[in-house]
């Protein structure tokens, strides 16, 4: 089992936190929200998930002076070279615009048939001892499906009511949160991470 009985959550997102609590609190971790050591968010300036997870995980660990975790997690479209990737939060151009983002997602692959519309959500963890750890735990989530030609279903938030899942014959958005949190590419992630933890 880990020796680390005290993390902190590179972000500010209380759901987020809430989520997280609730997953690791079973391996014994407690869980603190960056604003709790007054850690402003990082700059994520890396060019993949991978990246802006370790970045924002040693940010938040060298203002703290704690073991930190972070997430880094978007939406990959095969058709769209990977985009929007990284700035799925804010491919329409305003951060967390899910309408917007949803519409130019749609306007992109108008013209993609159906057997090419194929996406994955993505979710990376990165978990880092202290600031410099030379080995940070990475766990990457990977959720494959496609995208709908207009939205379905009114549970969930961003791509979700376009992303069709072909295992339950709906789009994630019509899923309930149950069945969300058991397949989604987070779930997946944290499975790793909760593994890697007692393995430690």
Not at 27 to 45: K, M, R, Y
Not at 120 to 149: E, K, M, N, Y
Request: hydrophobic share 45%.
């Amino acid at each position: 089992m880990s020796t680390i009985d005290k993390l902190v959550l590179a972000s500010n997102n209380t759901g987020k936190l809430k989520e997280f609590q609730a997953l690791l609190q079973d391996c014994g971790i407690e869980l603190l929200p960056q604003s709790a050591f007054n850690v402003p968010d990082a700059d994520e300036t890396g060019l993949s998930f991978i990246e802006n997870a370790i970045l924002k995980a040693r940010h938040a660990a060298r203002i703290s002076g704690l073991p930190a975790l972070a997430d880094d997690s978007g939406l990959a479209v095969d058709a769209l070279g990977g985009a929007p990737g990284i700035y799925s939060a804010r491919f329409a151009g305003q951060h967390g615009d899910d309408a917007a983002n949803n519409a130019k997602l749609l306007a992109d692959l108008a013209d993609v048939p159906e057997s090419e519309r194929s996406a994955q959500f993505h979710c990376v963890l990165a978990l880092v001892t202290h600031a410099d750890d030379p080995i940070p735990i990475v766990c990457h989530g990977v959720w494959r499906g496609s995208i709908l030609r207009q939205a379905a279903g009114s549970n969930g938030f961003g791509y979700d009511p376009l992303f069709w899942v072909e295992e339950a014959q709906c789009a994630s958005a019509q899923l309930s949160k149950d069945e969300k949190n058991r397949r989604s590419h987070r779930a997946q992630a944290i499975a790793l991470l909760i593994a890697a933890l007692k393995a430690r």
